[in-house]
């Protein structure tokens, strides 16, 4: 996925336009809450891979790579730079096809799934952080959090509702009107948590989501990832190579040469 660039902040906002007008809270009209996920059986795991092998040309990612990630579990998988551990991520996530082995989501092998199923998993089930944010700069804070429910059809003023209270749950509704490169790196962040989470994913991919950000930001982040995945019981899987950003997971995979090794829960 492209990285958009930020543009410059002069004074009066992005590339000389003029700042986005505040954005009032939306009437909380009474809504029925979102149905819950279906359970899986006692003890099943929501997402396992098994030998997974994928190269490109004469390079190996993985190698034999294994793990498994149960329902609201937190999984950090650690490893140095060109271990394979992004590699991993998007195998997990439908992204990249592995060579060989397998990948399962509730069961069901993503390699059996037309492309327009796995793309329906992603938008639907499966949220995404990464390192930059990825935050489209031409829409306002609220307007990207409520942009995948927008994309999944919803109407515009239930989708804002929605990404307003994810926005509070994530602290950052003061920069609601705001466009990305009005704020700093951290309220950046904490908006593309919300964004990440305003669908009720199952499963949560952050790609070195602290990556950009300074200790105190980044630590508020994953505290508030942390929080906030865990009240809506969704499983995130943590790329990262910092063992102080994976001693918030409840357990810890490492990658080294496309292989994994189970460390157990994390520290």
């Known amino acids: 996925m492209p990285i958009h660039?930020?543009?410059?902040?002069?004074?009066?906002?992005?590339?000389?336009?003029?700042p986005a007008p505040a954005v009032p809270a939306p009437a909380r009209a009474a809504r029925?809450?979102?149905?819950?996920?279906?359970?899986?059986?006692?003890?099943?795991?929501?997402?396992?891979?098994?030998?997974?092998?994928?190269?490109?040309?004469?390079?190996?990612?993985l190698d034999g790579?294994?793990?498994?990630?149960?329902?609201?579990?937190?999984?950090?998988?650690?490893?140095?730079?060109?271990?394979g551990k992004s590699t991993l991520l998007h195998c997990l996530a439908g992204i990249t096809r592995p060579d060989g082995g397998t990948v399962s989501y509730r069961g069901q092998?993503?390699?059996?799934?037309?492309?327009?199923?796995?793309?329906?998993?992603?938008?639907?089930?499966?949220?995404?952080?990464?390192?930059?944010?990825?935050l489209v700069p031409e829409l306002s804070c609220l307007e990207n959090v409520a942009l995948p429910l927008r994309l999944a059809?919803?109407?515009?003023?239930?989708?804002?509702?929605?990404?307003?209270?994810?926005?509070?749950?994530?602290e950052v509704a003061d920069a609601a009107a705001k466009r990305p490169g009005?704020?700093?790196?951290?309220?950046?962040?904490?908006v593309a948590v919300a964004r990440a989470l305003v669908t009720g994913p199952r499963v949560?991919?952050?790609?070195?989501?602290?990556?950009?950000?300074?200790?105190l930001n980044g630590e508020r982040v994953l505290q508030l990832l942390r929080r906030a995945a865990k009240d809506s019981?969704?499983?995130?899987?943590?790329?990262?190579?910092?063992?102080?950003?994976?001693?918030?997971?409840?357990?810890?995979?490492?990658?080294?040469d496309g292989r994994t090794r189970d460390l157990g829960a994390g520290r």
């Open 233 to 256: 019981a969704a499983a995130v899987v943590l790329v990262t190579h910092e063992p102080r950003v994976a001693a918030y997971a409840d357990r810890e995979v490492v990658v080294r």
């Open 204 to 215: 949560v991919f952050a790609d070195e989501p602290t990556g950009s950000l300074d200790s």
């Open 32 to 61: 029925p809450a979102p149905a819950p996920h279906e359970p899986l059986p006692d003890g099943a795991d929501l997402l396992t891979a098994t030998g997974l092998r994928k190269s490109f040309g004469p390079t190996t990612a």
């Open 182 to 190: 009005e704020m700093s790196g951290g309220q950046g962040q904490r």
């Open 109 to 134: 092998d993503l390699a059996g799934l037309s492309d327009s199923r796995r793309s329906a998993l992603r938008r639907s089930e499966f949220g995404f952080l990464f390192q930059f944010g990825q």
């Open 65 to 83: 790579a294994s793990l498994s990630v149960a329902p609201g579990e937190l999984l950090a998988v650690m490893g140095a730079s060109g271990s």
């Open 153 to 170: 059809g919803l109407r515009r003023r239930r989708a804002e509702d929605q990404a307003w209270e994810w926005l509070e749950r994530l």
């Open 5 to 18: 660039p930020v543009e410059p902040v002069g004074p009066a906002g992005p590339a000389g336009r003029a």
